[in-house]
């Protein structure tokens, strides 16, 4: 779009659903600082657009490198709605990469992705389940399911799983935690699963911290998260509990701001 609109050339989108459905909105704005590649606007982890929809914010926000604007047209879908996940469209899953290889994968992947920048064997890569368990080499599977399901988050369940990645830094390695399962995935919320699950893994072992050692790992952690104030925010317990209303509700004027661009 930014190409486009130094040379003069008009932006076709032909719109597709948002896996997630069009409703879902967590996490807070990309601040000044943390821009990159994968978080290249100050939208949030988690936007509730479909790609046109998403295309006519950034065009017409200003949002765009230089605030430049593009002459585009958004071609809408027909039959989709806003409160459709992906398993609702019955359309079949193209896979987008090698680890989100089905429309489950996708829901995971927001509620897995930022803590697989510490460490991706946390999160099943390595292992046939990509995205979708997570798991530490020391923390009581058992344990750690009854602890997160005790939490009683809306429209999902844990159960224990073990098993061992056959690639990767951890390849071999016995690991142990709990595997997700959505039971309502429009009520979940998603991204704040790894948040707790590392907040309820240090209860069980204060040994445990994804954090510990991976200082190499934050520019890239805070870079994802859109800012520095999760990670520093966690603390040395881990303690997500007191940040879970910002994260999930910091961008409610950004969800606001984009309902004047939708679709559907």
Known sequence: M???AELGIEVLVLDRPNPLGGLRVEGPLVEEGYTSFVSAYPIPYVYGLTPGELALVLNEEGLLAGGVK???QVVPMEGWKRTMVFGDTGLPWIPTSPHIPDSNAALCYPATGILGELEPAFIGIGYTLPFQVLATESVDAGALASAMNRLNLPGVVFRPIFFKPYYGDRSGKSLQGVQIHFLDPARA?????QFY???EAHR???GFNPFAGKENRYDMFDKVCGSNRLRTGLGSDLDFAGL???WMN?????QSRSANYYLY
């Open 2 to 4: 930014e190409a486009a």
């Open 70 to 72: 593009c002459k585009l």
């Open 189 to 193: 919320p998603l991204t704040s699963l």
């Open 197 to 199: 699950f590392m907040q």
């Open 204 to 206: 069980l072992d204060p």
């Open 244 to 246: 879970a209303g910002w």
């Open 250 to 254: 910091a961008g409610a004027d950004f």
